[in-house]
């Protein structure tokens, strides 16, 4: 398994991929909640992000909240949750101008790092970026 530094590099040049398709940068803004959570703090933090990146957000965002169970058992796959798994259709749809995804940390996608790095690949293979505000190593 890659280092946390070297998936942090593979994310930042699959960014840099990304923003060079032509076209204005869209992103979707995705946050991860647990029970009784709220997301507003943290889509307010990714809009001003994504904002000062000069990416356009492509709303709604989606938002996946993972239940008592959920949070017992990790709930570390992403490919098991609805909102996840519909970025990542729009991200592989070609009409579709989505080109990437904001989320507070890695946390939002998975902790889990052999499936952070497959997310990596399958978002490259899209030429699709992941802007994370707190990166890899301040999470």
Known sequence: MPAIAALQAQRLTMNRAALSAPGPPYVLLYALTGPG????????????????????????????????????????????????????????????????????????????????QDQLTRYAAQQAGLWLIRTETQI
């Open 37 to 116: 959570q709220e997301t507003h703090d943290d889509l307010a933090a990714m809009r001003g992000y994504a904002a000062a990146k000069h990416l356009t957000v492509h709303e709604p965002p989606i938002v996946d909240a993972l239940d008592d169970t959920d949070v017992r058992t990790g709930g570390d796959d992403p490919l098991l949750r609805r909102g996840y798994t519909r970025a990542l259709q729009m991200l592989a749809d070609p009409p579709c101008p989505v080109r990437g995804v904001v989320a507070v940390s890695r946390t939002a996608i998975t902790i889990a790092d052999r499936l952070y």
